[in-house]
């Protein structure tokens, strides 16, 4: 007789949100967004595929948490990196924030594509009710350069050059993720070089 080789099914209640949140994270690393599935999720963790749905009402619901996982985590890293700024400058703040989501971004390219670019059934309006958290931070981060006169420009005019720099911010890496952003010879990092560039210009007057 032959022996059997398939592992004992994990019963429902030996789960966790967490356990299935991480199991889904890495397959989405691994196979992007079209990969994902309570299947995939089930199989992995070995039970039954109507085991996460004891803690996921759907695959959207389930999408909406990583979503919120990565808000969370990359609004951590943002005031992390502006929290160990040491010289009080709202540039230099804006400079470490740009670097902690260039960062972000890179290390976590699925998730940032399902958090800020692939509109997957509406969700977006479902997680992000509001401005994310982590735009609403680095809106107060150009305030605050506002509010010192660091950037002597009408307070008015935070918002427009928040969205400014945070459209540079995104579109640079949007750029790396497509293989679009190619160093010229001798050119410096293009976070840097845009960070240099924003600093030179905001710094002046307005005519």
């Not at 595929?49 to 803690?55: F, K, T």
């Not at 401005?131 to 660091?150: A, C, H, N, Q, W």
């Not at 400014?164 to 679009?180: C, K, N």
């Amino acid at each position: 007789m032959l022996e059997a080789h398939h592992k004992q099914r994990r019963i429902r209640n030996s789960l966790s949100r967490e356990e299935i949140r991480d199991v889904s994270l890495l397959i989405l690393k691994e196979e992007g967004l079209d990969g994902l599935s309570m299947r995939k999720i089930a199989n992995r963790l070995g039970c039954s595929v109507a085991s996460p749905y004891s803690y996921y009402e759907s695959q959207i619901d389930l999408v909406q948490d990583l979503i919120k996982t990565g808000e969370d985590e990359l609004l951590s890293m943002l005031k992390k990196a502006s929290a160990d700024v040491k010289t009080g400058s709202a540039f230099d703040q804006l400079a470490a924030i740009a670097r902690a989501y260039f960062h972000f971004a890179s290390n976590n390219r699925e998730l940032h594509k399902v958090m800020f670019v692939t509109d997957y059934g509406g969700v977006h309006r479902k997680a992000f009710p509001q401005l994310p958290k982590s735009y609403r931070f680095f809106l107060e981060t150009v305030r605050i350069g506002f509010d010192s006169g660091e950037i002597p420009y009408p307070k008015n005019e935070y918002p427009a050059i928040a969205r400014l720099m945070w459209s540079w911010m995104y579109g640079v890496i949007v750029l790396d993720m497509t293989g679009m952003l190619r160093k010229r010879k001798g050119a410096g990092n293009p976070i840097e070089e845009g960070i240099s560039y924003f600093q030179k210009l905001l710094s002046k007057q307005p005519t």
